[in-house]
C-alpha cells in the first residue's frame, strides 16, 4: 500500500484499536506500508522506547483495585501506577484497571510478571500497557499484585481508589461475613496494622521496639531492674495500637476488633490480610 492509499478510516481504524494519536497512527501505516499488524507492532515499540525514556520518572498516583471471586474464597489487589492524578482520575485509565483485575481474578497468575502475560483482546497485558504509555505519555506499570484465599475473602477499596484492602476470614462465606469482612476491611484501610496479632510481628520488629522501649526508660532514670518489667508494658501497648484484633473497633471504641468479629459470628476471627495504598 503506498502513502497515497492510506485512507483516513485506516488511520481511524488503527487509533481505535490501539489508543495512539491520528499523526502517530498514520505514521505507523507509512512506516509499515500499510500493514495493520505491522503497524500495531509499530506502536508498541514506540511505546517501549516512551517506557525506557520514562523508566527514571516517579509514578507516585494511580489506583488500587480490590475484588473478590464470586465464590468469595479468592480475591486479588491490582496497583497500577501513574505519574499524574490527572492521568489516575480518567475513567479510561481506571477501566483499565479493572480489566487488569478481572483477568487476574479469572486466571489467578502467580505474579506480577505471570499477569502481563495473560492476553488482553488481541494482544497482552504487558503490551497493552505500553500501548497506554505511548498514547498518554506517563510512565504507567503494574507495581503491585497480591492475591489472597481462605473461606471467606472480603475486598474494600476507600478513598476513590486510593487504598484496596483484602480481608480472609475463617468462617464461610455469607451475609453475615461480607458485611464483618466489610468493617473489618476498612479498619485495615484507616488504621494501618502490622499484622493479626501479636504472634504476627516478626521478632525482629518486637526486638527492635523492645529495645527503644528499654533505652527510653534507662535514659528517664529508671533503676535498670525495672527496665524490663516497664519495656514489657510498652511493649503490651505496641501490640493493641499495631495488630488488628487488638485495636479498638474504629466503629465502636468501646471494644476490640476481636471481639467485634466474636460478636458478629461465634469463633470468627482474622485469618490474614492484604493492603494496598498510593504514595
Known amino acids: ?3 497515497a ?16 494519536g491520528m499523526m502517530d497512527c498514520r505514521k505507523a501505516l507509512m512506516e509499515s506500508e500499510g500493514d495493520f499488524e505491522k503497524a500495531i507492532d509499530y506502536l508498541r515499540k514506540k511505546g517501549q522506547k516512551v517506557a ?28 497500577l501506577s501513574s505519574e499524574t492524578d490527572f492521568v489516575s482520575k480518567n475513567q479510561e485509565f481506571i477501566d483499565f484497571a479493572n480489566t487488569v483485575t478481572d483477568l487476574a481474578l479469572a486466571h489467578q497468575p502467580a505474579d506480577i510478571e505471570a499477569l502481563k502475560a495473560l492476553k488482553m483482546d488481541d494482544a497482552t497485558i ?15 506499570d503494574v507495581v503491585r499484585y497480591e492475591q489472597l484465599s481462605g473461606s471467606a475473602v472480603v475486598p474494600y ?11 480472609s476470614l475463617n468462617k464461610d462465606y455469607n451475609d453475615t461475613t461480607a458485611a464483618a469482612g466489610r468493617d473489618v476491611a476498612m479498619q485495615i484501610a484507616a488504621m494501618n496494622p502490622l499484622g493479626v496479632d501479636s504472634d504476627s ?4 520488629v518486637v526486638e527492635r521496639e523492645k529495645a527503644i522501649a528499654i533505652e527510653q526508660i534507662v535514659a528517664e532514670g529508671k533503676p535498670a531492674d525495672m527496665a524490663e518489667k516497664i519495656a514489657a508494658g510498652k511493649l503490651n501497648k505496641f501490640f493493641k495500637e499495631n495488630t488488628l484484633l487488638n485495636q479498638l473497633f474504629v466503629k465502636d471504641g ?21 493492603r494496598a495504598a498510593i504514595g
Request: no cysteine.
Open 157 to 167: 477499596i476507600h478513598g476513590n481508589y486510593r487504598i484496596g484492602v483484602l480481608v
Open 126 to 140: 504487558g503490551d497493552k500497557l505500553l500501548e497506554m504509555v505511548a498514547k498518554i505519555g506517563e510512565k504507567i
Open 5 to 20: 492509499n492510506i485512507s483516513a478510516a485506516d488511520v481511524n481504524k488503527l487509533r481505535q484499536a490501539t489508543g495512539a
Open 52 to 79: 525506557a525514556n520514562r523508566s527514571d520518572r516517579d509514578a507516585k498516583e494511580g489506583v488500587v483495585i480490590a475484588r473478590s471471586h464470586t465464590s468469595g474464597d479468592y480475591g486479588v489487589i491490582v496497583q
Open 1 to 3: 500500500m503506498s502513502v
Open 201 to 204: 510481628i516478626p521478632a525482629d
Open 254 to 274: 468501646s471494644i476490640t476488633v476481636k471481639d467485634y468479629l466474636n460478636n458478629a459470628a461465634n469463633g470468627m476471627t482474622v485469618a490474614d490480610f492484604r
